[in-house]
């Protein structure tokens, strides 16, 4: 029987903590459960350390963000021999035969050294249909796979390719693990699961979802329809936080070509063209981001490096 961990990275969890340890329990495949606690205030701790004493609990001394605890998780699981790492989120659960139907995908795979990561179907709370962003990203993927078409059918494979997947759920072998490494300390929370597909792409590895393997993941946001009483104000800045981490994002992908004094020029270019055009609030904008940048070129050159020449990027392995 393979060695699975499941690592789990809590930050006042106790919404969840019931479902999601109970439900590791219950998992027809038995799984050694790791968490990383970023410093809840909740009393998550004293309850997964009283009611879960199977867990392996791990207090950070400071809040390094998301990224940061897994890497914590894994290097941990690494060093008891797993052969295969489950990052799972706190707000998340699985069902008994969650774990053994990505197994079975894992087996099936013609190359399964080539796979880097396996993701379940991740439904919502109600546990009756897909989470919402999951089924977002599905939904890009089928022009590809005809994933949608074969359930359709009746005639669903166990296994499809997909670009992207969000790391609520995400089943890593060894061998990619000590590939790819563990998570770019450059992001505390928000695009780190990006930054981290974007290498196991660069090093010729797949990403792929087991339609036979059903998971929840409870998030927050179950619908994309706007209210009356929206923000624009704040939406405007959630925006405008989105373009600038994509732009991170870009700029650490090991396959983009990343030159500092370029960037810089395309800096300069868009606040030139846009003041000209009277649109300040844009040029504005983009001079904002230039100063953001400025003093973060060099780190983001020096990070590129570590995922590009490291042994095991990030992660202390050896």
Not at 24 to 29: A, C, E, I, M
Not at 180 to 201: K, L
């Amino acid at each position: 029987m393979p060695k699975v961990y499941v690592i789990i990275v809590t930050y006042n969890a106790m919404k969840w903590t019931e479902s999601c340890f109970s439900s590791l329990r219950k998992s027809s495949v038995p799984v050694h459960t790791i968490v990383v606690d970023n410093g809840s205030t909740d009393g998550t701790q004293k309850y997964i350390q009283e009611n879960f004493p199977e867990v392996n609990f791990i207090q950070s001394e400071t809040n390094g963000g998301f990224g940061t605890a897994n890497n914590t998780g894994i290097e941990i699981a690494h060093k008891e021999g797993a052969d295969f790492f489950y990052l799972m989120n706190q707000d998340a659960w699985i069902f008994e035969n969650s774990v053994q139907k990505v197994l079975d995908a894992y087996i099936a795979y013609p190359e399964p050294e080539k796979l880097g990561i396996l993701s379940p179907m991740h439904l919502d709370g109600t546990e009756k249909r897909f989470d919402l962003h999951f089924e977002n990203y599905l939904g890009k993927e089928t022009k590809h796979n005809r994933l949608f078409s074969d359930i359709f059918s009746g005639e669903i494979q166990p296994f499809y390719e997909i670009n992207f997947v969000n790391a609520a759920h995400w089943f890593i072998p060894r061998n990619a693990i000590e590939k790819i490494g563990g998570f770019n300390p450059y992001f505390f929370h928000g695009a780190e699961d990006y930054e981290y597909i974007n290498r196991v792409h660069y090093f010729g590895l797949k990403v792929v979802v087991c339609p036979h393997s059903k998971v929840v993941h409870d998030a927050k946001v179950q619908s994309f329809a706007k209210t009356e009483n929206e923000d624009e104000a704040y939406n405007l800045q959630q925006r405008r936080l989105s373009i600038r981490m994509q732009r991170e994002t870009r700029y650490l992908n090991p396959g983009y070509n990343y030159i500092i004094k370029n960037e810089k020029k395309e800096f300069y270019s868009n606040i030139i063209k846009l003041r000209l055009k009277g649109n300040k609030s844009e040029s504005d904008f983009y001079l904002e981001q230039y100063k953001y940048f400025q003093n973060r070129f060099k780190e983001i050159e020096g990070l590129r490096k570590i995922s590009l020449t490291a042994k095991h990027p990030f992660l202390k392995l050896d």
